[in-house]
Every structure is written in structure tokens, then in C-alpha cells.
């Protein structure tokens, strides 16, 4: 028992349980203990729940498939007895949920325990965690920059070994994002995979859990764990849930690997573009035949993108008015003053930001010239991945356009703010799959570096092709074996 089992991945864990080198108690003790000693400058973690936690791995079966595994979750998933506030001072400490969301349900069924709720933009509407109504997570490969987001949490406590693992919601890119940025993998569902019930919605068309994990073994292992059909999300599709683990072969031969030409323009930091065409090399050495592809309708992602998820998030944020729960405003004057005063001292600038251009372009005479517009164009875009994946049976391409940029860089710019996401925005518009995965290290950040992700998109449901790319990439190069502190700790790439 060297090592903390914060250290560890699942399967190292699972291997440890299973073999009583530890106890599931120890196991959440030691990720308790790194929290403790770790998480104070990063602040990746709103609570932790060490009682709880501490009594359910006592009950713990380490022969369910990820029995005594302690996982974080981001905090706009309900889990029953825990605070979900959505890092928002509408919510904050004024909820506690009453009930387990189905990816919670599920986790609990396989064995896990989930510990500690992760910081994230509030209700999930942002690209770097500094949108949180509570504090600011950073990064922990340069405590100077952001985390990514909207689920920078959860990508910084799996990076900062203060997590074995965790779930985070991905709207337009807000697993892979963060993933890309703090260094760890990150896997964004197709949509209807995963069960929603029991999300806090933002945009109900788009929104997905996943995982976000330290390696596409741990991701395929908790992703077979929360997969599949729910009858309490009509979403959720009834598709068969495969035995993920069996596609991770190291064998890339015959897979055709498509490149996006609109995914390698302008706007893509140097040594971002540089990284990302040696992974691409480094998939052709493992067997990978290579592609060119195009996806026409790209430079119309982001504008639709942020008219159909302002629309859905301004009719989903519609049910918190502070009357049946959240921040509710002293001695209204009457109704209307109570929404008015309780909405605008619990939103943050984003929210509202947010709200307000949704109830526009849903708005009399601009729902046709807008929504209904955008949601023509996102037709297209669908069918334009369908083409791609015609010619390519995954698509490959930077994750961010540039590696984390400093708390406080874009706080006043909107649109550039909006831009991160540029390359993660279309696959949630057409409902694919993604994930990304480290690929190396741009100059910045101390010695080791700021990380660079590579993203790896999917058809629909075809999660396994996508893992089967990120797992043989990592088995060849160790690049996500990296960690901060250190400037080539225990990893270092073959690109």
C-alpha cells in the first residue's frame, strides 16, 4: 500500500480492494486526507460528505464492478441527503437534495461512493469555473490559471490526485474542455446514452453526464457503470450498453481517422496545432489510416449554439423564482418584486446574461428569425457529421483552441469566452459522442507545462471507437500519466 489511493486510477483501485491490500474505508480515508492537504489553493471541491462517505465504504462489496471506488460529483446532480446548489448563491446552502439522480442510483448499485460535490460555472454556463457564485477553482498545473469549464472541478481534483474519479455534465464541451486543460481524460455521452433525471438542466437538447477520469480504461469502466435506458428520462435511449473495457485493444489497424479541415484554421495557438499533428502521427504509427474531411457548416456552430441553449436555458431557469426553494428576497412589495429582487441578487452576470438573450430569440417576432433559424442550422450541422463519418469512423482535432489562459484574461469578454469552445459546441448540437485525452505540454505554467487535449469524436453510440482511439494513444505515448509538481512525472510522450 505505497501509493495514496487518490494516486490511483479505478482499475488500480479495484485491483487493490479486490485483493484486500486496502479497505474501501482507507480508500476514502486516503482521498479525504488529500483533499485536506491538497485541494486548499486549487479549492476544486464546494463540501465533501467525509461521514457519509466514510460509512458507506464501510458496507462497501468490492465484487461489484466499482465497489468502494469513492467518485466527486459536480454539483448539479442530485444526490439524495447532499447539498445541490450549482455553485449558485440562488441555491447555495438553501437545498439539499431529497433524492438520488439515476447516474447516482447506478454508481451506488455498481458499488461506488460518491464524495464531495465539485465547483463548476454556475448552472453550468461558462468555459473556466470563474462564473461560480461560491469561489474560484484553479488550475493545478498553474494555480494562476483557469480551470476550464463548466466543469472545472471536476477536472482539477482528478488532476490534483485529490479524486480517484468524478462526474461532470458536458453542454457544449464542458467535460472536454476542462479535461483538456487541467490534463485528465474527459468523455462527453452521445446523447440519450445517459440518463438526465436528476441534472439540474441548462439546455435539456444538450446536456450530458460523463465521466472525467485519469485514463479512457477508467472512463470505459464508469461509463458501462451509469449507461443506458431509463424510464424516468424519456431521452435516454434503449440502446444495448456494450462491455466498453473490450474495446481498449492498443490496436488502431484499418481505423480511418478523419480530419476536419475547419478544425485546423485560423485561431489555433501554435504549439496547440504542433502537439495535436504529432498525435495525429503518432494514431498513423499505430495503424490509423488518415483522412481529410470537412464539416461546412462549423462557422455557424457557435451562433447556434448560444440561441438554442440561452432558449432551453431561459424556459429551464424559469422554476427558480425563490418561492418554493433558494434565495428568496426580504419584504417584497408584491409578486413581481419578488421575483425581480430574488432572481437578480441570486443570479450571477452570466446567468442573467443568458437568460436575457434566451427570452429574446424566443420572443414574439424573433422566435421565428432566430430559433426556429437556428434550429434549421443544426440540421445541417448533424448531417454534416453524418458525411464526415461516411469517409471516417472517428474524427480527430485540437480539444481547446489554446491551453488555459489566466483567471481573469476573459472575464470581461464574452465572446471570447465563448470561442474556447469552438471545437467541442458541434458534436453536442448533433448529439455525438467526444472525448478527450492528453497529448502533450505547451511552454507556460512552470517547468512541467500547461496540458493540451486531444479530442476524439464519434457517431452516435459508437463510445467504444472513441475509446478504443484515446486508450491506444495513451498505452503508446503516457502523456496522461502526468501530474503537477512535477515536470515529467511518471509519463512523458512518445511525440
Same mark, same amino acid.
Given at each position: 500500500?505505497?501509493?495514496?489511493?487518490?494516486?490511483?486510477?479505478?482499475?488500480?483501485?479495484?485491483?487493490?480492494?479486490?485483493?484486500?491490500?486496502?479497505?474501501?474505508?482507507?480508500?476514502?480515508?486516503?482521498?479525504?486526507?488529500?483533499?485536506?492537504?491538497?485541494?486548499?489553493?486549487?479549492?476544486?471541491?464546494?463540501?465533501?460528505?467525509?461521514?457519509?462517505?466514510?460509512?458507506?465504504?464501510?458496507?462497501?462489496?468490492?465484487?461489484?464492478?466499482?465497489?468502494?471506488?469513492?467518485?466527486?460529483?459536480?454539483?448539479?446532480?442530485?444526490?439524495?441527503?447532499?447539498?445541490?446548489?450549482?455553485?449558485?448563491?440562488?441555491?447555495?446552502?438553501?437545498?439539499?437534495?431529497?433524492?438520488?439522480?439515476?447516474? !447516482?442510483?447506478?454508481?451506488?448499485?455498481?458499488?461506488?461512493?460518491?464524495?464531495?460535490?465539485?465547483?463548476?460555472?454556475?448552472?453550468?454556463?461558462?468555459?473556466?469555473?470563474?462564473?461560480?457564485?461560491?469561489?474560484?477553482?484553479?488550475?493545478?498545473?498553474?494555480?494562476?490559471?483557469?480551470?476550464?469549464?463548466?466543469?472545472?472541478?471536476?477536472?482539477?481534483?482528478?488532476?490534483?490526485?485529490?479524486?480517484?474519479?468524478?462526474?461532470?455534465?458536458?453542454?457544449?464541451?464542458? /467535460?472536454?474542455?476542462?479535461?483538456?486543460?487541467?490534463?485528465?481524460?474527459?468523455?462527453?455521452?452521445?446523447?440519450?446514452?445517459?440518463?438526465?433525471?436528476?441534472?439540474?438542466?441548462?439546455?435539456?437538447?444538450?446536456?450530458? /453526464?460523463?465521466?472525467?477520469?485519469?485514463?479512457?480504461?477508467?472512463?470505459?469502466?464508469?461509463?458501462?457503470?451509469?449507461?443506458?435506458?431509463?424510464?424516468?428520462?424519456?431521452?435516454?435511449?434503449?440502446?444495448?450498453?456494450?462491455?466498453?473495457?473490450?474495446?481498449?485493444?492498443?490496436?488502431?489497424?484499418?481505423?480511418?481517422?478523419?480530419?476536419?479541415?475547419?478544425?485546423?484554421?485560423?485561431? /489555433?495557438?501554435?504549439?496547440?496545432?504542433?502537439?495535436?499533428?504529432?498525435?495525429?502521427? %503518432?494514431?498513423?504509427?499505430?495503424?490509423?489510416?488518415?483522412? %481529410?474531411?470537412?464539416?461546412?457548416?462549423?462557422?455557424?456552430?457557435?451562433?447556434?449554439?448560444?440561441? !438554442?441553449?440561452?432558449?432551453?436555458?431561459?424556459?429551464?431557469?424559469?422554476?427558480?423564482?425563490?418561492?418554493?426553494?433558494?434565495?428568496?428576497?426580504?419584504?417584497?412589495?408584491? !409578486?413581481?418584486?419578488?421575483?425581480?429582487?430574488?432572481?437578480?441578487?441570486?443570479?450571477?452576470?452570466?446567468?442573467?446574461?443568458?437568460?436575457?438573450?434566451?427570452?429574446?430569440?424566443?420572443?414574439?417576432?424573433?422566435?421565428?428569425?432566430?430559433?426556429?433559424?437556428?434550429?434549421?442550422?443544426?440540421?445541417?450541422?448533424?448531417?454534416?457529421?453524418?458525411?464526415?463519418?461516411?469517409?471516417?469512423?472517428?474524427?480527430?482535432?485540437?480539444?481547446?483552441?489554446?491551453?488555459?489562459?489566466?483567471?481573469?484574461?476573459?472575464?470581461?469578454?464574452?465572446?471570447?469566452?465563448?470561442?474556447?469552445?469552438?471545437?467541442? !459546441?458541434?458534436?453536442?448540437?448533433?448529439?455525438?459522442?467526444?472525448?478527450?485525452?492528453?497529448?502533450?505540454?505547451?511552454?507556460?505554467?512552470?517547468?512541467?507545462?500547461?496540458?493540451?487535449?486531444?479530442?476524439?469524436?464519434?457517431?452516435?453510440?459508437?463510445?467504444?471507437?472513441?475509446?478504443?482511439?484515446?486508450?491506444?494513444?495513451?498505452?503508446?505515448?503516457?502523456?496522461?500519466?502526468?501530474?503537477?509538481?512535477?515536470?515529467?512525472?511518471?509519463?512523458?510522450?512518445?511525440?
Amino acid at each position: 500500500m505505497s501509493r495514496s489511493a487518490a494516486k490511483l486510477t479505478i482499475a488500480e483501485l479495484q485491483r487493490d480492494l479486490r485483493a484486500k491490500r486496502r479497505s474501501p474505508r482507507e480508500a476514502v480515508a486516503d482521498v479525504l486526507q488529500a483533499i485536506d492537504s491538497r485541494d486548499g489553493t486549487v479549492r476544486g471541491y464546494l463540501s465533501t460528505d467525509a461521514e457519509t462517505a466514510l460509512a458507506e465504504a464501510e458496507k462497501a462489496d468490492v465484487s461489484l464492478p466499482l465497489g468502494g471506488i469513492p467518485v466527486a460529483i459536480k454539483d448539479l446532480i442530485n444526490v439524495a441527503g447532499h447539498p445541490c446548489g450549482c455553485a449558485s448563491k440562488f441555491l447555495d446552502g438553501a437545498y439539499t437534495s431529497t433524492y438520488d439522480a439515476s447516474v !447516482i442510483a447506478r454508481l451506488r448499485d455498481a458499488g461506488a461512493i460518491p464524495l464531495g460535490r465539485t465547483n463548476m460555472d454556475e448552472f453550468a454556463m461558462g468555459s473556466s469555473t470563474e462564473n461560480s457564485g461560491v469561489q474560484v477553482t484553479r488550475n493545478p498545473w498553474d494555480t494562476g490559471r483557469i480551470p476550464g469549464g463548466s466543469s472545472g472541478g471536476s477536472a482539477a481534483v482528478v488532476a490534483n490526485d485529490t479524486a480517484v474519479a468524478a462526474l461532470g455534465s458536458d453542454t457544449g464541451g464542458s /467535460i472536454r474542455q476542462p479535461a483538456a486543460l487541467c490534463g485528465c481524460v474527459g468523455l462527453k455521452p452521445s446523447y440519450g446514452r445517459v440518463s438526465r433525471y436528476g441534472l439540474v438542466a441548462f439546455a435539456s437538447s444538450l446536456d450530458q /453526464i460523463g465521466p472525467m477520469t485519469k485514463t479512457s480504461e477508467d472512463a470505459a469502466l464508469l461509463l458501462g457503470a451509469i449507461a443506458g435506458a431509463d424510464p424516468l428520462d424519456s431521452t435516454c435511449l434503449d440502446e444495448a450498453v456494450p462491455d466498453y473495457t473490450r474495446s481498449l485493444t492498443g490496436d488502431l489497424a484499418g481505423l480511418r481517422v478523419g480530419l476536419p479541415a475547419e478544425y485546423f484554421g485560423e485561431g /489555433i495557438d501554435a504549439e496547440v496545432r504542433s502537439l495535436v499533428e504529432a498525435a495525429i502521427g %503518432e494514431l498513423e504509427s499505430l495503424g490509423a489510416g488518415v483522412v %481529410e474531411v470537412s464539416l461546412p457548416h462549423t462557422e455557424y456552430a457557435v451562433a447556434t449554439y448560444y440561441i !438554442i441553449a440561452t432558449a432551453e436555458a431561459s424556459a429551464n431557469l424559469a422554476r427558480f423564482d425563490g418561492v418554493r426553494y433558494g434565495r428568496r428576497a426580504a419584504e417584497p412589495a408584491d !409578486i413581481l418584486d419578488h421575483y425581480r429582487r430574488s432572481r437578480s441578487a441570486g443570479f450571477g452576470d452570466e446567468v442573467k446574461r443568458r437568460i436575457i438573450l434566451g427570452t429574446y430569440v424566443l420572443s414574439s417576432g424573433y422566435h421565428d428569425a432566430y430559433y426556429v433559424r437556428a434550429q434549421k442550422v443544426r440540421s445541417l450541422i448533424r448531417e454534416d457529421f453524418s458525411r464526415a463519418f461516411e469517409q471516417a469512423d472517428v474524427l480527430v482535432s485540437p480539444t481547446s483552441p489554446t491551453p488555459a489562459f489566466e483567471i481573469g484574461e476573459n472575464v470581461d469578454d464574452p465572446l471570447q469566452m465563448y470561442l474556447a469552445d469552438i471545437f467541442t !459546441i458541434a458534436a453536442n448540437l448533433a448529439g455525438i459522442c467526444g472525448a478527450s485525452t492528453p497529448c502533450g505540454f505547451a511552454a507556460g505554467g512552470g517547468e512541467a507545462g500547461l496540458p493540451v487535449g486531444l479530442q476524439v469524436l464519434g457517431p452516435a453510440f459508437a463510445e467504444g471507437a472513441v475509446l478504443r482511439v484515446t486508450d491506444a494513444y495513451e498505452k503508446a505515448t503516457g502523456w496522461h500519466q502526468r501530474r503537477p509538481g512535477t515536470a515529467s512525472a511518471d509519463g512523458g510522450g512518445a511525440s
